[in-house]
């Protein structure tokens, strides 16, 4: 029907949006569900703002069941792919945020596609409250299990870095720190373009912190050099750094396994003389202290 009926499901649309304003419960899901299927056919320079406002009052409802969820995030998902109604989607931001941390893969993955169309606009910064919160949302889906979850956060996570606002520049500059472990990590992954984002964010991440340093590091291509450099200057931080290396031994790439494996060396050797911290190595699961592969094999050891 959406392909070969354009002006009848326009209609359709509009009958959709008047139930929907009515607030009537009983209708509020099949409404809202085929209202979604629509929406590209209606005319949204006079009816986004409507649309809009019925898809905001879902989303922020306490009482947003799963499915309602996924339907308002794949209506907002066509509204932010319009520059105009991108700009309006701004107020969303506190809402959306918190679905980052959600059980649910799809709403993530969505929620990530929102922001990544909303920040697309180039007359839009992000404020100096809004950046720390989601950076820190974005780098706990850097090792995500999804692909493409991780793909799409460290575009995000760049996209922050440029767009944040002069105000909150200071505030991101911690956990832009935090950062630069993980994303070498991805330098030896098996996906290009996961490698390619991570490199293109890690180079943005020693702009932003003006590292000169450090982009020599990565113009030559030398990922452990990085976390040396890291762990040299800042000793006090290697038991947070090794923290950060211990999810990649789970990982099902060997490469990105002995990454770790080569880490912890590194850190380990900063926390020697450090007692007790040396149980986060203890920790490190079993099943990987047995992984046979050449590279990892001194992991025990």
Known sequence: ????????????????????????????????????????????????????????????????????????????????????????????????????????????????????????????????????????????????DNG??????????CKVMELVVDEGKISLKRIVKESLLPLSNYYRDENQQLVKASRETLFRAAKFLKRTDLKKLLKKEQPLKLAECLLAEDRSRATEHLRQALPYLRSLQEPLRAVAVRFMEIAGQCLRRQQGETRLIDDAPQVQMQDATPSCSNLEN
């Open 1 to 144: 029907m959406r392909h070969v009926l354009i002006p009848l499901c326009s209609r359709i649309a509009l009958h959709l949006l008047r139930l929907l304003s009515t607030q009537e419960s009983r209708w509020d899901l099949p409404a809202l569900a085929f209202l979604v299927e629509v929406l590209e056919c209606l005319d949204l320079t006079q009816y986004g703002l409507s649309v809009l406002k019925i898809l905001r009052r879902h989303l922020e409802s306490r009482c947003t069941c799963r499915d309602r969820r996924r339907l308002v995030l794949r209506g907002l998902v066509v509204l932010s792919k319009d520059p105009w109604m991108a700009r309006k989607m701004c107020g969303l931001s506190q809402s959306l945020l918190e679905l980052l941390g959600d059980a649910d893969g799809e709403v993530v993955h969505m929620t990530l596609r929102v922001f990544t169309n909303v920040l697309q606009n180039k007359d839009i910064l992000i404020s100096s409250t809004t950046a720390p919160k989601l950076a820190e949302a974005l780098l706990e889906l850097f090792h995500n």
């Open 148 to 157: 493409h979850v991780q793909l799409l956060s460290i575009r995000l996570f």
